[in-house]
């Protein structure tokens, strides 16, 4: 009996080692290909390690993607902290001032993170022309922030529900109103809310690729991926500037997830509407 | 002392004076969803119906002729079959791998948050890495096949995504390094649901391992089955990034519906017959996404 047990938990270990193998193969060949000098790169001895350690690629790909990273951080950071703070607003609303037809509302809101954006493409174009704002960053960041209303009303509808009404009666009471209960009572313990949804919306912005690519047509005002993209297309040889290109850009989303695992969990389980 | 008798109703008006400054609140929301969601889907549709051949709007009605056209069209008849095998591809791999890894990550495993850390990290990761990176992991001369190669498991080489039939299933493999451990996470989080005592009171019956999970655990685990098939299902419908990197293929045995979407309109400029693929796209995506949030207004109503 016991060596059985032994063996299925020695089995266990080893497919679960082998997966995580398996996850792990891309970094580990995306870091072993940016660490080799270019006399080193070749495509026959693809897995074999560096021997020393070179930033070639690494600095080479950062010439070409570093301008449209920047841009990455400057379309990123504000629509992830502006869609948050609207969505705090709304899942409070949705949560604590219920009305007749409110849930029904909010229902009509989910559908949105649904929605294929090849759905509705064609007017979102026409109408950022009719605005000014197509071909812009901050056409972009104003996209950003409208698609981003479902799934932020949703995650922190789920927060603020779970806070006693009778907290916010007694605040009622208390004299505090509409904007009062928001600012005096949920704002100070919203912070695992506004963590979870900053991290969703920062992690879902910076890998956007497709509303980069329409927004924005100039090149030069891309985020990060539309450049990752477009170095695949032009340096089709130089596969070890493609992969540390590639590497760049994962990187602050990566970093994000292993310092604030715990709140990026939350939002893939609120992501599912099972939060 | 009135003031005491008072003050409930003073309350009351206030309160309404208040719901109604939450909806006014509200309303920017509401009518940004409106338009951009619930008009621009109409507006979509309305477009698949009229003429708009060129950049230049020409909103003559055609009836149904864009869509015929588009259903004759050998490249979106691809696109329809690749959509299928993608589907069943990229669902089952993220199902069977995200269930048997949580049930694993459940017997009690050491260091099980460094298991999880790393199978749902691909998942912070953009499309178009994953893109970039398989492609050279399937490339046929270097990659899986070399390292196959170096282990002596030759047989296992693939031409992956250049095989001019079934290259769309190797694209499934990239997508599915990137979103089973999602997958992984829901039913994780659906295993830590179910209470022990009915995991015992099962082993007490005498049911063996394989009947507990036959007969107890994966039909109360049903629930998140239908939501990674209706997320899974969703992501094979708007699959864009990873064929934007590997390319369509040869006859375009890798191509997507959502890439020859945007080909037709914005370097084509067939905004009319780019509209009724993004029409169909919408279709498809409504018939997974009305009986989901159905179940859930059941759920919350209940």
Same mark, same amino acid.
């Given at each position: 009996?016991?060596?059985?047990?032994?063996?299925?938990?020695?089995?266990?270990?080893?497919?679960?080692?082998?997966?995580?193998?398996?996850?792990?193969?891309?970094?580990?060949?995306?870091?072993?290909?940016?660490?080799?000098?270019?006399?080193?790169?070749?495509?026959?001895?693809?897995?074999?390690?560096?021997?020393?350690?070179?930033?070639?690629?690494?600095?080479?790909?950062?010439?070409?993607?570093?301008?449209?990273?920047?841009?990455?951080?400057?379309?990123?950071?504000?629509?992830?902290?502006?869609?948050?703070?609207? $969505? !705090? *607003?709304? @899942?409070? =609303? %949705?949560?604590?001032?219920? /009305?007749?037809?409110?849930? &029904?509302?909010? +229902?009509?809101?989910?559908?949105?993170?649904?929605?294929?954006?090849?759905?509705?493409?064609?007017?979102?174009?026409?109408?950022?022309?009719?605005?000014?704002?197509? $071909? !812009? *960053?901050? @056409?972009? =960041? %104003?996209?950003?922030?409208? /698609?981003?209303?479902?799934? &932020?009303?949703? +995650?922190?509808?789920?927060?603020?529900?779970?806070?006693?009404?009778?907290?916010?009666?007694?605040?009622?009471?208390?004299?505090?109103?509409?904007?009062?209960?928001?600012?005096? *009572?949920?704002?100070? =313990?919203?912070?695992?809310?506004?963590?979870?949804?900053?991290?969703?919306?920062?992690?879902?912005?910076?890998?956007?690729?497709?509303?980069?690519?329409?927004?924005?047509?100039?090149?030069?005002?891309?985020?990060?991926?539309?450049?990752?993209?477009?170095?695949?297309?032009?340096?089709?040889?130089?596969?070890?500037?493609?992969?540390?290109?590639?590497?760049?850009?994962?990187?602050?989303?990566?970093?994000?997830?292993?310092?604030?695992?715990?709140?990026?969990?939350?939002?893939?389980?609120?992501?599912?509407?099972?939060? | 002392?009135?003031?005491?008798?008072?003050?409930?109703?003073?309350?009351?008006?206030?309160?309404?004076?208040?719901?109604?400054?939450?909806?006014?609140?509200?309303?920017?929301?509401?009518?940004?969803?409106?338009?951009?969601?619930?008009?621009?889907?109409?507006?979509?549709?309305?477009?698949?119906?009229?003429?708009?051949?060129?950049?230049?709007?020409?909103?003559?009605?055609?009836?149904?002729?864009?869509?015929?056209?588009?259903?004759?069209?050998?490249?979106?008849?691809?696109?329809?079959?690749?959509?299928?095998?993608?589907?069943?591809?990229?669902?089952?791999?993220?199902?069977?791998?995200?269930?048997?890894?949580?049930?694993?990550?459940?017997?009690?495993?050491?260091?099980?948050?460094?298991?999880?850390?790393?199978?749902?990290?691909?998942?912070?990761?953009?499309?178009?890495?994953?893109?970039?990176?398989?492609?050279?992991?399937?490339?046929?001369?270097?990659?899986?096949?070399?390292?196959?190669?170096?282990?002596?498991?030759?047989?296992?080489?693939?031409?992956?995504?250049?095989?001019?039939?079934?290259?769309?299933?190797?694209?499934?493999?990239?997508?599915?390094?990137?979103?089973?451990?999602?997958?992984?996470?829901?039913?994780?989080?659906?295993?830590?649901?179910?209470?022990?005592?009915?995991?015992?009171?099962?082993?007490?019956?005498?049911?063996?391992?394989?009947?507990?999970?036959?007969?107890?655990?994966?039909?109360?685990?049903?629930?998140?089955?239908?939501?990674?098939?209706?997320?899974?299902?969703?992501?094979?419908?708007?699959?864009?990034?990873?064929?934007?990197?590997?390319?369509?293929?040869?006859?375009?045995?890798?191509?997507?519906?959502?890439?020859?979407?945007?080909?037709?309109?914005?370097?084509?400029?067939?905004?009319?017959?780019?509209?009724?693929?993004?029409?169909?796209?919408?279709?498809?995506?409504?018939?997974?996404?009305?009986?989901?949030?159905?179940?859930?207004?059941?759920?919350?109503?209940?």
């Amino acid at each position: 009996m016991t060596f059985q047990r032994a063996w299925s938990r020695g089995a266990i270990y080893f497919v679960l080692i082998a997966f995580a193998a398996w996850y792990l193969m891309p970094i580990y060949l995306m870091l072993i290909t940016g660490m080799k000098t270019f006399d080193q790169v070749n495509i026959a001895t693809m897995w074999a390690l560096p021997r020393g350690i070179s930033l070639d690629g690494f600095s080479q790909a950062w010439v070409k993607v570093a301008p449209n990273f920047k841009n990455s951080i400057m379309i990123t950071v504000p629509a992830a902290v502006i869609s948050a703070f609207i $969505g !705090s *607003i709304n @899942g409070y =609303i %949705f949560a604590k001032w219920k /009305f007749r037809g409110s849930n &029904t509302l909010f +229902m009509l809101f989910l559908v949105g993170m649904f929605l294929p954006y090849q759905g509705i493409l064609i007017p979102l174009v026409q109408t950022l022309m009719a605005l000014g704002l197509y $071909g !812009s *960053i901050v @056409g972009v =960041i %104003f996209v950003h922030c409208i /698609f981003g209303i479902p799934i &932020t009303a949703l +995650m922190f509808r789920s927060y603020f529900a779970g806070i006693p009404n009778e907290l916010v009666d007694a605040a009622k009471i208390d004299g505090c109103g509409f904007f009062g209960i928001y600012r005096w *009572i949920l704002l100070p =313990i919203a912070f695992p809310a506004f963590a979870v949804v900053l991290i969703w919306q920062f992690t879902t912005i910076w890998n956007d690729y497709l509303i980069g690519l329409v927004v924005v047509s100039n090149p030069r005002l891309a985020p990060v991926n539309v450049a990752v993209q477009n170095l695949a297309g032009t340096y089709y040889t130089q596969w070890q500037v493609q992969m540390s290109g590639a590497l760049i850009a994962a990187l602050p989303t990566i970093i994000v997830y292993l310092a604030l695992g715990k709140f990026f969990m939350r939002g893939l389980l609120a992501g599912s509407l099972k939060g | 002392m009135a003031a005491p008798a008072n003050a409930p109703r003073r309350r009351a008006l206030r309160f309404r004076g208040d719901l109604a400054l939450a909806i006014v609140v509200l309303t920017p929301s509401i009518v940004a969803v409106a338009i951009f969601i619930y008009f621009f889907i109409a507006y979509t549709f309305y477009v698949s119906v009229v003429k708009w051949p060129t950049l230049l709007p020409d909103y003559t009605f055609v009836g149904l002729k864009n869509w015929i056209n588009m259903f004759q069209d050998m490249r979106f008849r691809i696109d329809m079959r690749n959509l299928v095998l993608y589907a069943l591809g990229f669902m089952t791999q993220c199902i069977v791998i995200g269930f048997l890894l949580a049930s694993l990550l459940d017997q009690k495993i050491k260091s099980e948050a460094l298991f999880r850390t790393i199978f749902i990290f691909p998942f912070a990761v953009s499309g178009i890495v994953t893109g970039v990176v398989w492609r050279w992991l399937m490339y046929p001369s270097a990659g899986l096949n070399q390292l196959f190669s170096l282990v002596g498991l030759d047989f296992l080489k693939s031409k992956w995504y250049t095989d001019p039939t079934w290259g769309i299933l190797a694209v499934t493999i990239a997508s599915a390094w990137q979103f089973s451990g999602y997958v992984m996470a829901l039913y994780l989080a659906g295993l830590r649901g179910i209470s022990h005592e009915l995991k015992e009171a099962a082993a007490i019956d005498g049911a063996n391992t394989w009947q507990l999970y036959r007969r107890i655990i994966i039909p109360l685990l049903a629930p998140v089955t239908f939501t990674a098939v209706v997320l899974t299902g969703m992501g094979s419908i708007r699959v864009f990034d990873i064929p934007a990197v590997l390319g369509t293929g040869a006859a375009f045995s890798t191509d997507a519906l959502a890439f020859h979407m945007f080909q037709l309109t914005f370097q084509s400029n067939k905004m009319s017959s780019g509209a009724v693929i993004a029409s169909v796209m919408i279709i498809l995506a409504g018939f997974l996404v009305g009986p989901y949030l159905a179940s859930l207004q059941l759920e919350e109503s209940q």
